[in-house]
């Protein structure tokens, strides 16, 4: 839609310092709270377990106490002992730290995908995959935080061309994922008080 703007994605986890000027706009997770900053809403955190079909069919998922005794990616992971808790599972962390440790969701898929272990997992980051059966969820549950995805750019550049072509790339398709997904995935959550 805009050919004369050049876009370098960049996918590492630390967190960018807008005043070095290397990046324009960034995709963070938090509270939408970062004094400075414009902060568009996109969508909240969710997650739930996430592995190969054959995977699943081998260890014969039907509850999640099962997880408990499986290999799992990125084992001590917050969001397997949030997930458990909200399914009733006690996880006392005593899980061993041997397994992969790996640092994103698509280096878990990666890893899913080969039989590796179970991945906790944003499931509609893999919509496509979970549709043709390549993974699967084996439980329903998806697990809302009160953190989310948040479009974030200086205050100051909000009026910038690119910043306001990339916003509105963007938003759009936010809004049009958001046909596919449970509407409180696009809910904002209400503030929390420090």
Request: proline share 8%; net charge negative; glycine share 6%.
């Amino acid at each position: 839609k805009h050919p004369d703007l050049a876009l370098r994605l960049s996918t590492d986890n630390r967190l960018v310092d807008f005043s070095t000027g290397e990046f324009h706009a960034a995709v963070r997770v938090g509270r939408g709270d970062w004094p400075g900053l414009r902060c568009h809403f996109l969508f909240r955190m969710a997650f739930s377990p996430i592995c190969s079909a054959e995977f699943a069919a081998e260890q014969n998922l039907t509850r999640p106490e099962q997880l408990l005794d499986l290999p799992r990616l990125s084992p001590r992971d917050d969001w397997w002992r949030d997930w458990m808790k909200e399914m009733g599972v006690e996880d006392s962390g005593d899980s061993p730290d041997s397994g992969l440790v790996l640092d994103n969701q698509v280096m878990e898929a990666n890893a899913a995908f080969s039989g590796a272990g179970i991945a906790m997992m944003t499931p509609m980051f893999w919509r496509m995959e979970l549709a043709t059966g390549r993974l699967v969820q084996p439980f329903p549950e998806i697990l809302l935080t009160d953190r989310s995805h948040w479009l974030v750019y200086p205050e100051a550049r909000r009026t910038q061309p690119k910043i306001a072509a990339f916003r509105e790339w963007l938003l759009k398709e936010v809004r049009a994922a958001s046909r596919n997904e449970p509407p409180e995935i696009f809910t904002e959550p209400e503030p929390v008080e420090a």
